[in-house]
């Protein structure tokens, strides 16, 4: 998700191809399982397509993925965004339901809401 966030709209190639780039990145996934996690991940939202040539002449879209940027503005906030399924221990031990969408959230310091209620 921090590679959403710092290079903007990528697609599942695209990330696969940063996450290469990225040091200490030793099983890099495949773009299918990339793209299956990002469309799970209600941090990331679909904002286009791409057109791709494939060969000459034969062109195929993929989707564009990017950050929730409506929510999530900067770093501290992709942690106070992740879904409980992707939470560290730790996280889950602090993390608290929301009353009001009642996701299981960490929140905003001095908030009674998440961070995605917050904003929206
Ligand atoms: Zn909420």
Redesign the pocket.
């Known amino acids: 998700m921090e590679i959403l966030l710092e290079h903007g709209p990528a697609t599942r190639e695209e990330v696969a191809e940063y996450l290469q780039t990225y040091k200490g990145v030793k099983n890099v996934p495949s773009p299918n399982s990339i793209s299956a996690l990002m469309s799970k991940n209600p941090q990331v939202v679909i904002v286009g397509k791409q057109k791709v040539e494939m060969t000459i002449g034969i062109n195929t879209h993929h989707m564009l993925f990017d950050i929730d940027r409506q929510v999530i503005k900067d770093k501290g906030d992709l942690i106070l965004t992740r879904p409980i399924s992707v939470m560290t221990p730790n996280e889950r031990k602090s993390a608290i339901q929301?009353p009001?969408?009642g996701?299981t959230?960490i929140m905003p310091e001095q908030s009674d809401?998440?961070l995605?209620?917050i904003r929206q």
């Open positions: 929301c009001s969408c996701r959230r809401e998440c995605s209620c």
